[in-house]
């Protein structure tokens, strides 16, 4: 499809919407698993392409791979070989981790992926892997993918790496500390963003029988091998952003089975988040609920969102709907994400009626809004189809261009939304 245009039915939204697991805990998971040498069983696997792109590494590893559904038994045996090149497509976070793991290898794997990944940035990764002693050539722009890797003199020991930057290079490199024989040491320079999203690497890596410390700005690995594991991929917060913040748009009620149950994002915030701006919140055993009556007045929203990054999309769209001034700060480093999710966000809102404007390092939304249907651009952002959807919501007809971005982390987005937004309609 080029392109879908949304007429989502009239009244109150009722909705029950399942969202797929945390793509973040899975790629984590899956490379525990890959790294060793016995059986695990990963449950409530995302069919997204971040995903796919390490199982296809997985099985191009020499290792059996059973999938049945949305659970994975990966066999007991070691990794025989590492791919030659390994195509990450758009997916960034198995780009940088699977850029660290062809590091503990001795042949070489040219890591590569579309424009897109091209051309953001992986300056300080490959600089820490090879201040580590690995391998790195640049077959292209310095910093940027396609780049050559191979093991070298790979041994371990202490790095420092910026805080600021993204914290997926830091997890790249926690991933592969326990496989290193001298271990790991990470000094973490300046502030820590998505600070969650470290945590999150150690839970996991732990779960794997991994042995890793975190303090405030050093995260110590410790040598040891990676046990296999039975493990659960917990409901995706990121995803559930979308259809609970769909009744900041328009009143009625929203309902996430199994949500309360995810414990290891920081995303999770989207709950406090939905609360500060005046929606109804509650939970019923595992399954989370979001409301809103046609009387309610939704408030703005003054917030710091560095450890909670992702959510900006979702939340932004909620900001414009608010009655004020919504400040979200700390987030100037998204501009390097899947798109600008600063500058190309602003762009597509205030086409379609918002008032948004962009600052050093997040942005300023005066609301509430009124929308008019336009044709959306989604910049190859997966989060910026999700969000910009919900405005159909207030502006029935909004076109969205190119919404197969969504392949990135829930293929399955607009027949699993299509009781909010309506049957999806194609557009030119």
Not at 148 to 155: F, N, P, T
Not at 261 to 288: F, H, N, R, T, Y
Request: net charge negative.
């Amino acid at each position: 499809m080029t392109s879908v245009i949304l007429h989502p039915p009239a009244g109150p939204i009722d909705a029950v919407v399942s969202v797929p697991g945390s793509k973040s805990v899975a790629n984590r998971a899956l490379v525990c698993a890959m790294l060793s040498k016995e059986s695990s069983h990963i449950s409530g696997i995302p069919t997204g392409d971040d995903a796919r792109v390490v199982l296809d590494v997985i099985r191009d590893s020499g290792r059996a791979v059973e999938i049945v559904n949305n659970d994975v038994h990966i066999a007991k045996t070691p990794i025989l070989k590492f791919p030659g090149i390994v195509d990450a497509v758009l997916a960034g976070t198995s780009s940088r981790f699977l850029t660290a793991v062809a590091c503990l290898f001795d042949s070489t794997t040219i890591i590569d992926g579309e424009s897109v990944l091209r051309s953001r940035p992986m300056a300080d990764l490959h600089d820490a892997l090879v201040s580590l002693g690995a391998d790195i050539g640049h077959l292209g722009e310095v910093g940027h993918l396609p780049v050559s890797v191979s093991r070298g003199s790979l041994s371990g020991g202490e790095i420092h790496i910026a805080g600021n930057v993204s914290s997926q290079f830091i997890s790249a490199l926690m991933l592969i500390g326990p496989m290193l024989n001298e271990g790991l040491v990470i000094h973490i320079d300046g502030p820590l963003v998505s600070r969650s999203y470290v945590q999150m690497t150690a839970d996991v890596m732990k779960s794997f029988g991994a042995v890793v410390r975190t303090e405030e700005a050093t995260i110590a690995v410790k040598f040891g091998p990676y046990k296999g594991c039975d493990y659960t991929i917990e409901p995706d917060y990121s995803s559930a952003a979308f259809p609970l913040v769909a009744v900041a748009l328009r009143e009625g009620r929203v309902v996430v089975p199994g949500l309360a149950s995810a414990s290891l994002q920081g995303d999770g915030e989207i709950i406090p988040i939905l609360k500060k701006m005046g929606l109804s919140c509650e939970v019923s055993g595992s399954d989370i609920s979001v409301s809103r009556l046609a009387t309610t007045h939704l408030l703005p929203l003054v917030m710091d969102m560095s450890d909670c990054s992702d959510l900006v999309p979702a939340v932004a769209v909620a900001c414009c709907m608010a009655s004020g001034e919504s400040v979200l700060s700390g987030i100037g480093f998204i501009r390097n994400k899947e798109s600008d999710r600063l500058g190309d966000l602003a762009n597509e809102l205030n086409r379609a009626g918002g008032n948004v404007t962009v600052e050093q390092d997040g942005l300023r939304i005066v609301g509430p809004c009124s929308w008019t249907p336009v044709v959306l651009e989604t910049y190859h952002d997966h989060r910026m189809a999700m969000a910009l959807s919900l405005l159909s919501l207030r502006a029935s007809g909004m076109k969205i261009a190119d919404p197969g971005v969504v392949t990135k982390s829930w293929p399955e987005y607009f027949t699993d939304m299509a009781s909010i937004l309506g049957a999806v309609e194609t557009g030119n």
